[in-house]
């Protein structure tokens, strides 16, 4: 005959770890299994007595097995020597039936209390003895004991089964993070969403697209909206199935729908960016096509009054005013080809045109070109080389080379200060030309180094003499390093703050060089 005994007590009134301990303890389940009813009253009685409230008693063995799977007993008292089954079959059958890693301890009740059937109890999976007659002070030690060993054990599985349980949690999240910043469009990353939740978290999952907040539509489900500044983009769907039970809690799916919001935004504003640059690009192609003309007009004839005008004697405000106009134009028509240079650049590439040409020739041009802008501003422009560099003849673009030259040397200038000094060198062999452009100036910060070839980037510098105005378009060491990398080449920079910067280039030719001759 089986009972089932259910019986209440208030906790002894002491520390909270010590009432909590009792509560939990006489919370557990025991089961009683004896062959004689007088046996199974006074266990009842005294741990009743005792304050254990889950009390199962059965006095036939063949019944244990079923109560053990049916209640999941904390501790089982069993005697040995009883009809139908013998104790230590039982015992053998409770062994077979705990999961791996459980602790559920047996405290055998027995008159046999030789070394051999003790040894055997053992080995079979019983925990402790109380020899019959026992004494029911012993009984309730012996309980107790064991009790708390496996509320021990229960507490350090489930600490296990959390920290084991947050790893998983965390590594889901990392690899999350991980396949939505490689994947340039969120919805498409959510094709793997499944295959990182199942079957470790859910038996299914599914992102399903809409513009309105999705609730669970059933007990084993449950959802989150995945939201943008736009609003909400769809939901991420977790549920069972026959195969896996739903075991992500709510958090988690609000986590893995938010990163996943964050990413969609992310992608958005980079799309929007991306066609504000475009259309930039555009309009600024447009118009710094349509300027050319009319710029070029303005210079000509600009340059054609300044020299109507008489060398000695006239207007000097009119000279001055047709050389200032002239200047400002040939500044302007520069901004125009950097702009047109820009969007040749997006387009594709920036196109050169080699030819052969004396190395020394657009080094000279963009010398002559220069030394006006330097002696204007106060700085020193030195040109240096060797004879055998200048006399070779080599297969580059020397229009190219000379708006390359003018790039790095009008920088250098509009950051040196007056008194100091702009150095070019160069030198070539067969292969190709090997040049720098150094400067005395204010120098780059380290953190500003990384920036410098990003188009339309212009820092937080400033020029101690020159209005803002003159800084450019922050496209000229953009497209100084565009000219050197279609020749094959490559365009380095080195900056020390208050010590001056360098850039290091590299041109190489198309062919074998060879020597020019007079």
């Known amino acids: 005959m089986t009972t089932i005994a259910t019986r209440s007590e208030a906790p002894p009134v002491s520390g909270d770890g010590a009432a909590e301990r009792y509560v939990r303890m006489r919370a557990s389940t025991i089961l009683i299994v004896d062959d004689e009813e007088a046996n199974l009253d006074l266990l009842e009685a005294v741990l009743g007595e005792a304050g254990y409230r889950q009390l199962i008693r059965a006095d036939d063995a063949r019944e ?145 697209p809409g513009d309105a907040d999705r609730g669970s539509e059933a007990l084993d489900e449950t959802s989150a909206p995945v939201r943008t500044a736009a609003g909400v983009i769809g939901a991420i769907v977790l549920g069972a199935s026959e195969d896996a039970p739903l075991v992500a809690d709510q958090s988690l799916v609000d986590e893995l729908a938010m990163r996943m919001g964050l990413a969609a935004e992310r992608a958005r504003l980079l799309a929007a960016a991306e066609l504000a640059t475009r259309e930039r690009e555009r309009l600024l192609a447009v118009v710094a096509h349509d300027l050319r003309n009319p710029l070029g007009a303005v210079g000509m004839y600009a340059e054609m009054l300044r020299s109507m005008q008489p060398e000695e004697g006239g207007d000097a405000y009119a000279r001055t005013a047709l050389a200032t106009i002239h200047s400002s134009v040939v500044g302007m028509q520069r901004l125009v080809e950097d702009l047109l240079d820009a969007a040749s ?64 040397v009008g920088n250098a200038i509009r950051f040196t200060p007056a008194g100091g000094g702009v150095t070019v060198h160069y030198r070539a062999d067969a292969n190709g030309i090997i040049g720098s452009v150094s400067d005395t100036g204010m120098g780059i910060a380290p953190e500003d180094l990384p920036h410098l070839f990003v188009a339309y980037w212009r820092g937080d510098r400033r020029e101690q003499r020159a209005s803002d105005e003159r800084r450019g378009a922050g496209l000229g060491l953009w497209i100084a390093r565009a000219i050197v990398e279609a020749h094959g080449g490559a365009l380095g920079v080195e900056s020390r703050v208050g010590h001056g910067t360098t850039f290091h280039f590299t041109l190489p030719f198309a062919g074998a060089a060879t020597r020019w001759e007079d």
């Open 64 to 208: 244990v097995a079923g109560l053990a799977a049916k209640h999941a007993p904390d501790l089982v008292l069993l005697d040995l020597h009883m009809p139908h089954r013998h104790g230590l079959e039982v015992l053998a059958d409770l062994r077979r039936a705990t999961p791996a890693g459980d602790y559920r301890p047996v405290l055998v009740l027995t008159a046999d209390v030789t070394p051999e059937a003790r040894d055997y109890a053992l080995g079979l999976g019983a925990r402790d003895f109380v020899t019959k007659p026992f004494d029911t002070t012993e009984v309730l030690l012996r309980v107790e004991n064991l009790l708390d060993t496996r509320l021990l054990h229960v507490d350090e599985r489930a600490a296990r089964q959390r920290a084991e349980r947050a790893e998983a949690r965390a590594s889901l999240i990392a690899e999350w993070s991980r396949v939505l910043a490689a994947s340039v469009d969120p919805l498409t990353a959510a094709e793997h969403l499944p295959t990182l939740v199942v079957p470790r978290w859910a038996g299914r999952c599914a992102f399903l």
């Open 345 to 408: 650049l997006r387009d594709g590439g920036l196109r050169i045109h080699r030819s052969e040409h004396v190395v020394a020739v657009p080094f000279e041009t963009a010398e002559r070109m220069l030394r006006p802008l330097a002696t204007a501003a106060g700085v020193t422009l030195t040109v240096e080389s060797t004879r055998e560099s200048s006399a070779l003849v080599g297969d580059f673009d020397a229009e190219r080379v000379v708006q390359l030259l003018s790039n790095l």
